[in-house]
């Protein structure tokens, strides 16, 4: 008669057997207790879904280890059987190279071996350890769809109704706490108003964004050109995630696009009556009279769901300056995918500020687009990703900084607020704070320039160097230019903090030189969301096998020998000569530290 195990007893219960030297500390029989091959209870099921929960919800991955990784498959096969398939991929999804086939073959190879002495015990053991509490209520809910007869709880013979979600999957990091209390006070008052480190996060790269579009006559020289500070930014994750604070970052250019807008009312009223006027004269009373000229339509956040001809009109009319603001990327990339000029040509020119000539057939009109200089502010889910940019051969992937994230949190409150404010008057009010800088700085005779100190130069082109080497080797030519450009966004996005300042010590000096704080926070901010970007670009069609020895190199545990780094090759169905040739290149850029048949990831190698 095996012994069923009891989680709540096993807490306060010294483990008793002994480990291989060949498998992982927590892979060990547990006494008195064996597995059960695919035949569990509601109980077992029950505790598990919970502790499964709780690894989601605090976005936890306890599958870093290959070895780890492996004796969770034996755990889950020895307990559930078949219908432990869907829990291993829910543990796996959190790894950065997680993959659903590789996860599949893992875990038939799990189904078919047996006598390795791995129990449930393993998987329990490996969440505590990540901090994860395994204190269970007992509920009677059970993971697995429909009923169970005794005579189906066979291994391979559960059937379950519960699939893997085929939408992407982030296993991104959140943007270091400390980061937080070093940005400017508008910035840190305003993330304050959010309890969620991905709602702060999500709504600190809107208001980046929105803000590096809205500092007119500032500047910086960037590999011997005038920069601006306008960025590309994109918040993505399935539906329903959370993508939604986004959505208060806008009111930082509300004002100004209000303003904007009233003007041109007002200018179109007196264009009207100036045109009424006009035609209420003869012919020869008109000698000598100019026909009144239609003014521009102006506005601050161009619209991205009208034509692609509309949309050309109107950064035209507004000097070729304006933010993008789409929470549904979809409608760009519909106007993207219109047949009319070279408009993702303008997008990625505009990243630049570089000037293009663009002419419509249809009206013989010839534009050109002079100097322009574009933010734009996006979010959607993945698919709506690879619709917009399905390949990164056109070079618009590389100009976005991307946010791309899955929430696991539990459903929350609606009617409790996290601070006891009007939010939408807040954040009002922080748009005319904006509103007041973006005047100031308009009125300015010329241009400020904006620089690092030649300290901080060294350090950026080193930290920037380390950074280009390691992901062409790990990724591959094809992420280079997000590699490249990310120099240019962090410059950006310290010439973004360093002008808020103003608002602080309105020190309007000439040059603005960059503060050590802003420095570092523009570097934070950037490296988090370099992988971020990373998990984008692996997440692109038909990219399955690019980042193959990124998958590699992050699948090996931080200490390993020869035999388990080809262990882990062979997982990932990677040759020994390729493997041992990546190890090479690992070693020769730092990434591994060597001695005998020991090799030992340095601490800042991940």
Not at 548 to 563: G, I, S, T, W
């Amino acid at each position: 008669m095996k012994k069923k195990f009891e989680i709540n007893q096993w807490l306060h219960t010294e483990p008793t057997a002994e480990s291989s030297s060949n498998s992982s500390p927590v892979s060990r029989e547990v006494a008195g207790f064996t597995g059960r091959r695919g035949i569990s209870d509601n109980d077992s099921l029950n505790d598990v879904e919970t502790i499964i929960q709780r690894l989601e919800s605090a976005h936890t991955d306890i599958t870093a280890s290959y070895s780890d990784w492996r004796d969770i498959g034996f755990a889950f096969a020895d307990e559930f059987g078949e219908a432990g398939r869907d829990y291993f991929h829910r543990v796996s999804r959190y790894y950065p190279g997680y993959s659903q086939s590789n996860c599949d073959k893992q875990y038939d190879n799990c189904l078919k071996s047996s006598g390795h002495g791995v129990t449930i015990k393993s998987f329990f053991h490996l969440a505590q350890q990540a901090g994860i509490s395994l204190i269970t209520t007992g509920s009677n809910s059970s993971p697995v769809s429909g009923e169970v007869s005794g005579s189906d709880k066979r291994r391979g013979n559960i059937e379950t109704k519960s699939e893997i979600d085929s939408e992407t999957i982030f296993n991104t990091p959140k943007i270091p706490t400390e980061v937080y209390s070093q940005l400017p006070e508008i910035l840190r008052d305003s993330c304050e108003m959010f309890a969620d480190a991905i709602e702060k996060d999500v709504f600190l790269i809107g208001a980046i964004a929105v803000i590096s579009g809205s500092l007119p006559n500032i500047e910086g020289i960037y590999f011997d050109e005038p920069h601006s500070a306008h960025l590309y930014s994109f918040v993505t994750a399935p539906a329903g995630s959370g993508k939604g604070k986004l959505k208060w970052a806008k009111f930082f250019g509300l004002r100004i696009h209000k303003t904007m807008v009233e003007q041109s009312i007002r200018e179109k009223e007196a264009y009207e009556q100036e045109m009424e006027n006009y035609n209420n004269l003869n012919k020869n009373q008109r000698q000598g009279i100019e026909r009144p000229r239609e003014p521009k339509r102006k506005m601050f956040y161009i619209p991205a769901n009208s034509s692609a001809s509309a949309f050309i009109q109107a950064l035209s009319d507004n000097d070729f300056k304006g933010i993008i603001f789409e929470t549904e990327a979809d409608t760009l990339a519909g106007t993207l995918k219109q047949d009319w000029g070279n408009f993702s040509d303008v997008l990625r020119k505009a990243f630049h500020h570089e000037s293009t000539n663009m002419f419509r057939r249809k009206d013989n009109e010839h534009i050109e687009v002079e100097d322009p200089h574009l933010a734009i502010v996006l979010s959607g889910t993945p698919k709506q990703v690879h619709n917009m940019m399905p390949d990164v051969e056109n070079g618009l992937f590389s100009r976005f900084l991307y946010y791309a994230f899955e929430d696991y949190s539990d459903f929350k409150n609606p009617f409790v607020s996290h601070r006891k404010l009007n939010y939408t008057e807040f954040f009002e009010a922080k748009g005319e704070q904006t509103y007041e800088l973006y005047q100031t700085l308009i009125d300015q005779p010329s241009p400020m320039e904006f620089r690092f100190t030649a300290e901080q130069g060294e350090i950026f082109t080193q930290q920037f160097n380390t950074l280009y080497k390691r992901n062409r080797m790990l990724l591959g030519n094809d992420f280079n230019a997000n590699s490249r450009r990310l120099g240019l966004i962090t410059f950006r996005i310290a010439m973004v903090l360093r002008t808020l300042r103003i608002l602080e010590d309105g020190d309007y000096s000439n040059p603005l030189i960059c503060s050590e704080t802003d420095f570092q926070t523009a570097i934070q901010i950037a490296f988090t969301l370099e992988k971020h970007a990373i998990a984008v670009f692996q997440n692109l069609p038909n990219n399955d096998l690019k980042g193959v020895k990124l998958k590699f190199y992050n699948a090996l545990p931080d200490n390993f020998n020869r035999q388990g780094y080809l262990s882990v090759a062979q997982d990932l169905d990677i040759k020994e000569k390729t493997a041992e040739k990546y190890i090479g290149q690992f070693k020769d850029n730092g990434l591994l530290e060597h001695e005998h048949n020991n090799y030992t990831k340095p601490p800042n190698g991940k």
